[in-house]
């Protein structure tokens, strides 16, 4: 089947980007006024050491502004994402982002030269004028940045050093989205397929294991045609992040990374090590996976395939809607009422097409809706993934709604929170109904995709983080980052997690070439931690509905006004301690009892 050009979607299949800019006369408009202002933020420079008074004016102006650059790169990122083989859309993306490069690099000055001013006297400026007061836990968080903060002229040449610094990263997109090119594939009868990031999640979940076979092979030869303009593409990026460290004075990558965000780094060690305790657990799982399936020889590309028999369910997006706010239900009316505006304003972009990036994700502004990214195919997977990224959404409404301009975001560290925990209703949700119709298969299904969902979330992340921290501590002690150390180590640590239970094809080796979590910053354990937190809340949530407003109010509409531990710990969760990965992994364990006697039961 012929993938879809953009020009053919339904409007009412797509986002509105027009509620951020109606035509693109008004980008411009609004992105010439940006580049109009950018000598003027010189203006600004010493103006800290003046008073109260010019410190609230910097503050102020520098939000005015820094909303209007916000607009412009969400929306000439989207269309970039929406089709990437727009050339259009593409270079409004790339002069998007050479603008907010400059916009920086203008305001570079402001951090070094406010933590040039003695605290005792910032704390006087803040006291000095109410307004000002809204600013003073924002001013704590910077001061912890003082001993690694440099002279403002330093700063703002690294600033103007971010376009170059990027080139890494951009040609690994253009590599693994825009250029990208699979050889098709066929079915056990002969039957050919188009192969897309899109399609290829569709296909490794198929009951043809033929089409599996052929789709895992076709993929990985394409990544080892490239493997080694892909080692230096992710070497580019190490050394970026290892710059960035080194010049601001951290003692590494991962502790620039974590501290940026409040982090301690022994929430990262803990959940290594608690992950790497029950890696038994996940060998047990594919044992019941190879047991279920009759394979007498278990191969990676059979890992996504539903334990399950008979062909997956199958769902259209308007049914997948109406299941995610029944399974919200729990969370309240207020909760299921703003969910159902994803749907009313076209948050969403549903469907694939043609130069649309792979995979899905939650984005937006502080005055942007928190637009949402599909490549929706009627899967359950997919349904879960719908009510993933609404999670997103609507921790950023909340937390929007709630919070001031400079709270307005929240920590990537609890991220993954609101997501995993929609994920963990709408498990409870599926569970429950299936039960109470009788449907064995129902519940079994919904069963295998917790399952399925849980490995990918936890130990899969775990996994990449695992490798994540061992490259860069590589390159750190003075390794090279090569295509063959790359391979060699990736392999070593599938193994490791998967066991003995399968048979390797050992294309596997070049999976880290594909992967765009590795050119985040120490991005991935956020999501096993994420959802070991969720799975607590959501537990909290289905026991008593306060615990849901207590989460609301707590979690979701707090943003950024607190520490992200503290957050979470008000909500009901310590993520300081390891009980709520190990009470995760202790969940997963009864899910593979429960499946393994209900499946088997006569």
Excluded at 186 to 205: A, F, I, P, R, S
Excluded at 278 to 295: C, M, Q
Excluded at 552 to 581: R, T, W
Aim: charged share 30%; proline share 2%.
């Amino acid at each position: 089947m012929a993938e879809l050009l953009r020009k053919d979607q339904k409007l009412e299949n797509t986002w509105d980007l027009e509620s951020i800019f109606p035509t693109s006369e008004d980008f411009w408009k609004q992105f010439r006024e940006v580049e109009n202002f950018i000598p003027e933020i010189k203006n600004y420079q010493g103006k800290v050491k003046e008073g109260a008074a010019a410190l609230l004016e910097i503050f102020k102006t520098s939000e005015k502004w820094m909303l209007k650059i916000e607009e412009l790169l969400i929306y000439a990122h989207l269309k970039k994402d929406q089709d990437s083989t727009d050339a259009t859309s593409v270079e409004l993306y790339a002069k998007t982002m050479g603008l907010y490069s400059k916009y920086g690099a203008e305001w570079a000055f402001l951090t070094p030269e406010l933590l040039s001013v003695d605290e005792k006297i910032i704390d006087g400026y803040l006291e000095e004028l109410e307004e000002l007061k809204l600013y003073k836990f924002e001013m704590e968080k910077l001061n912890k940045k003082r001993p690694h903060t440099l002279a403002p002229e330093q700063e703002k040449l690294i600033a103007m050093a971010g376009d170059a610094l990027r080139s890494s990263d951009e040609t690994f997109a253009a590599l693994n989205n825009t250029d990208v090119i699979f050889n098709d594939v066929y079915d056990k009868d002969g039957n050919k397929h188009t192969l897309t990031h899109g399609t290829y999640g569709t296909y490794m979940e198929s009951t043809d294991r033929i089409l599996r076979k052929n789709t895992f092979f076709s993929l990985y030869e394409y990544f080892e045609k490239h493997i080694n303009t892909l080692a230096s593409t992710l070497a580019g990026n190490l050394e970026v992040k290892k710059y960035y460290a080194d010049t601001h004075k951290y003692s590494s990558t991962r502790n620039h990374a974590l501290s940026s965000n409040l982090i301690p780094e022994e929430v990262y060690d803990n959940l290594v090590e608690v992950v790497n305790k029950k890696i038994p657990a996940l060998h047990k799982y594919y044992e019941l996976h190879k047991k279920a399936k009759g394979f007498e020889e278990f191969r990676l590309y059979d890992r996504a395939v539903s334990m399950v028999d008979g062909e997956p369910i199958k769902f259209t997006f308007e049914e997948a809607r109406d299941i995610v706010l029944e399974a919200v239900k729990p969370m309240g009316e207020d909760y299921v009422n703003n969910m159902k505006k994803a749907f009313e304003e076209r948050w969403i972009d549903i469907y694939p097409n043609k130069g649309k990036r792979s995979g899905a994700y939650s984005w937006g502004g502080y005055t942007t809706k928190p637009f949402i990214l599909l490549n929706f195919d009627g899967t359950l997977n997919d349904v879960y993934t719908l009510i993933h990224e609404l999670g997103h959404s609507m921790h950023s409404y909340y937390t929007r709604k709630n919070q001031p301009e400079v709270y307005g975001n929240y920590s990537i560290f609890v991220a993954e929170v609101a997501s995993t925990c929609n994920e963990a209703l709408l498990t409870e949700y599926l569970y429950n109904k299936f039960e109470k119709e009788g449907n064995k298969e129902g519940m079994l299904r919904v069963l295998n995709e917790a399952l399925h969902g849980f490995v990918g979330t936890v130990y899969r992340q775990t996994q990449f983080a695992e490798f994540e921290h061992l490259i860069n501590v590589h390159l750190q002690n003075g390794g090279a980052i090569t295509a063959d150390f790359l391979n060699t180590e990736y392999l070593n640590l599938v193994k490791k997690y998967y066991g003995d239970v399968f048979t390797y094809d050992e294309e596997i080796k070049y999976e880290w070439s594909r992967v765009p979590h590795f050119y985040y910053n120490y991005y991935v354990y956020q999501y096993a931690t994420g959802y070991s937190a969720a799975q607590a809340l959501s537990r909290l949530i289905l026991e008593n509905s306060q615990n849901a407003k207590i989460y609301i109010d707590e979690f979701l509409s707090k943003g950024n006004s607190d520490y992200p531990i503290n957050v979470l710990k008000n909500a009901g969760v310590d993520m300081s301690k390891p009980e709520a990965v190990e009470l995760a992994l202790k969940g997963f364990e009864e899910k593979i009892e429960k499946f393994e006697k209900l499946y088997f039961e006569k």
